[in-house]
């Protein structure tokens, strides 16, 4: 039975709907070798010298492309919504 008391997204309401813990990345890494990417998301802190990993994804190149491309046309999306997106 569902707790209405939690709000949307909160762990117990993502784990019934069979969705993962969302957590905030704002440093990303990127590394490849002949059959695989790797993605290291975590967070850089202004007073740490190094960001904090907590999630690394391993995935084949042609699923690497097919995130591009969903990035890409999220990206679009956004911007035709919102306006452009700064540089960062």
Same mark, same amino acid.
């Given at each position: /039975?569902?707790?209405?008391?939690? /709000?949307? &997204? *909160?762990?117990?309401? !993502?784990?019934?709907?069979?969705? &993962?813990? &969302?957590?905030y990345?704002?440093?990303?890494q ?5 059959? *695989?990417?790797i993605?290291?998301? &975590? ?13 690394r994804i ?7 492309? !097919? ?11 956004? *911007? ?9």
């Open positions: /039975m569902r707790d209405e008391g939690r /709000m949307a &997204g *909160e762990r117990g309401d !993502a784990q019934e709907q069979g969705r &993962g813990e &969302g957590r990345a704002n440093y990303f990127v590394g490849h070798n002949a059959v *695989e990417f993605f290291d998301f &975590g967070q850089f802190f202004p007073d740490s010298e190094q960001p904090h990993l907590h999630t391993v995935t084949s190149p042609v699923y690497a492309r !097919a995130l591009l491309q969903t990035l890409r046309h999220s990206l679009a999306q956004y *911007e035709e919504q919102f306006g452009a997106i700064d540089e960062a």
